[in-house]
């Protein structure tokens, strides 16, 4: 595309987004720097601050996307990079922060999407303002069916009637213990759900990904008002310890990534049947 | 396997400052599905785009049959 694209010459540069927030001072960055270790310039237009940085476009145009998002490393270190913008950012003011890769041709492109769409900014940093999003991950180890279990009939005289009863007895017991489990899920998430402004559910993770061996039962963004936040992760700690078959793992505080847009709520998906 | 769960760093350390390193997994998880999605001026064709996300739903988002669920509160009144 870049070939054949005059707008997109190769030595070009544009403009990556990370994220929009207000009231947020020059020097509150300090020296984060952002995607390809470039420096974070702060584009302020109507009283909505864009944090920004030049990229090439070579590496950041469709072309270069096209391939560098297939690429692991590369998204890494892309992700990690807007999550420190972002992060520094959040520090100091309220953010919303946008999709990874969002990229224009130039400054005055940057000033343009944000008169445009001033009133969705508007809304969107109004909606978490004072409020911190928290990640709850709870998982099970929930054994396999043909571990140990020398339940039922050993010494039968039917030894393939004692095996079938054996599988049965074995099989049961797994499915009661993860049917515990989910409840316990349950229950931690609907606890949290109460403290929280909202909450979004997100995809289950890769254990390639994640390291985790464990059976995930829940991968849920909260959205805290601050005032609530000792609360929210005391309550958390608590409902770990009252459950000690199950972990629970909070991350945070996160910038309102997971609500930076307003879900519909059929949007929200069920995780597919087994 | 315990619920010991203040034995955890992660536990432990979370939750304190901002600054503190991120599981990728859990950055992909809010970036990837988080975020004002709006289209700058480099776009990939809104297809396009969804095909990007799906070769990357493979990498990070292979779904094991095994975590099938629904969260349900019952008293569900939002």
Sequence with gaps: MSEADPREPSAATGFYVYGIARDLADEALGDTRGVSDAPVRLVEEDGLIALASPVSLTEFGERGLRENLEDLDWLEATARAHHAVVDAAAAHATVVPLGLVTVYRSEERVRRALRERKEEFTDALERVAGRTEWGVKAYADVRESQSTASAGGEGSSRPGTSYLQRRLVQKNTAEEERRKAMAVAEYVHCQLRDIAVTTRMHRPQDPQLSGEQGWMLLNAAYLVDDTRAQEFRETVTHLARLNPGVRVRVTGPWAPYSFAVEEEPEEEEAWPEP | ?78
């Design chain 2, 1 to 78: 396997m315990a619920g010991a769960v203040e034995e955890r760093p992660e536990f432990r350390t979370a939750g304190q400052v901002r600054g503190q390193p991120v599981a990728l997994v859990d950055l992909l998880d809010r970036l990837l599905a988080g975020g004002v999605v709006i289209a700058g001026d480099v776009t990939i064709s809104i297809a396009d785009v969804d095909l990007v996300r799906i070769s990357l739903r493979a990498v990070i988002a292979s779904i094991r049959p095994e975590m099938a669920r629904v969260l349900e509160c019952e008293e569900a009144d939002l």
